[in-house]
């Protein structure tokens, strides 16, 4: 996705752009460090 955005002349990080990863499973808060190359911040939602 990061290089579809870049062909469409999106880079991360220029002009305030950030990649938000949606954690919607309990495992991609416990690898939340290791996908930090790939995004910039994590956004969640608690469904009761």
Known sequence: MVE???RQ???RGEN???IIM???IPSNALLA???LEYFDGFSSVRTT
Do not use: H
């Open 4 to 6: 579809e955005l870049e």
């Open 9 to 11: 002349g999106l880079k």
């Open 16 to 18: 305030g752009l950030k």
């Open 22 to 24: 949606m954690c919607e």
């Open 33 to 35: 460090e290791q996908f």
